[in-house]
C-alpha cells in the first residue's frame, strides 16, 4: 500500500499548486482560509509521503490491504450497549430524537423564522433517509435497530 500513499501524497501536493495560485485572485482577506487548509494540506500530504517511503515509520499496526479481522474489533468496544446514554437513540429511534432535538435547539437558538427553520429540519431529515435508508440500507428506526 505505500504506492497508493506515495501516489495520493503526491496528487494532493501537485493539485495544491494551482489551487494556491488560483486562491490569491480572492479579493481582500479572502486568500487567507483557502490558503491556510492548503497549508495544512500540503503538509499532511507531505507526512503521508515520509511515511510511505521511510519503512522504520510505519506501524506494526497498519493494517491496510490485510485480511486479519482483529483491526476491526476495536470499533465494537465502543457498541451502544457499552454506551449509557445511547440508549435513548434505540428505543426512541433516530428520527423521533432528531424532532425532539430540533424543537430543543429551535429554543435555545431563539429562531426568528418558524417556517424557514422546519423546512430546513424536514430537508435534512429527508436527506438522511435518502441516504441512509434508500442508498445504503441502514435502518434509522428503533424496531429494526435492535
Known amino acids: 500500500m505505500r504506492w497508493v500513499d506515495r501516489g495520493v501524497a503526491v496528487a494532493l501536493i501537485v493539485a495544491a499548486v494551482p489551487l494556491w495560485i488560483e486562491a490569491g485572485s480572492f479579493p481582500g482577506s ?55 446514554r ?20 429551535y429554543f435555545v437558538l431563539q429562531v426568528d423564522n418558524r417556517r424557514l427553520y422546519a423546512g430546513a429540519v424536514l430537508i435534512l431529515l429527508a436527506f438522511v433517509y435518502a441516504v441512509f435508508v434508500v442508498f445504503l440500507n441502514v435502518p434509522l428506526t428503533a424496531d429494526k435497530m435492535l
Open 30 to 84: 479572502g486568500t487567507i482560509f483557502p490558503r491556510v487548509m492548503l497549508g495544512v494540506l500540503v503538509v499532511l500530504a507531505l507526512g503521508l509521503l515520509l511515511r510511505s517511503l521511510i519503512p522504520a515509520t510505519r506501524r506494526v499496526s497498519d493494517f491496510l490491504g490485510s485480511a486479519d479481522p482483529a483491526p476491526s474489533r476495536g470499533p465494537s468496544r465502543c457498541s451502544p450497549w457499552r454506551q449509557p
Open 86 to 105: 445511547s440508549w435513548r437513540c434505540f428505543h426512541v429511534g433516530f428520527f423521533a430524537a432528531m424532532i425532539g432535538f430540533c424543537v430543543l435547539t
